[in-house]
């Protein structure tokens, strides 16, 4: 495995000493950061800081509706879903930005979905803070580039990002069935750098 072998010390033929693994070592002394939740559904945690957290279901199951409500409640300062009693999406009361990239849906659907999400966070207009593309006609080898920049330019200039969205995150690669591809986005997505 070419991710774990990139770690391993190269002094002494290989393991040089525990020591060598703490930063990726858990204890119940480490001081590990909790984060609240992001998105919890009924007493559920769903989504916190830091985790991928993946919809999904068959082809027209609804995973772009419920991708919607959190958006909705992300880019509410107050985390408020109308008609969503039992989602909950953490506050944004500093604007910190929110990004969607789709992959999927046509520029009117997205645009329609993305108007069902200002109805449901109670707001007239896109807020500054959201950014929301349709990658479909980006070449795939690009897409990867395109989120790095993006998020880049968003963390930068909002102090932050408040969450991620990627509609349609399995067509960053060419085949699901392809475990070193499905292996590489994950960890590509787990190591976004975002603050």
Known sequence: DPVIQSILPKENNGIKNFADFDKYRITKEKHVEDPAATIT???ARVAAPGNITPVTAEGKGGKTALAGVFIAGAISKTGYVDGFKDVSV?????GKAVVHLETEQSEADQQYNLKTALRRAGMESTPEYYHSY???TIALKDYQQFTDAICELCNETYNGIHLIVVDGAADFITSVNDEAEANAIIFYFTTLDVK
């Open 41 to 43: 559904i009924g007493e």
């Open 90 to 94: 953490r506050s944004n009361p500093e």
């Open 134 to 136: 349709n990658i479909r």
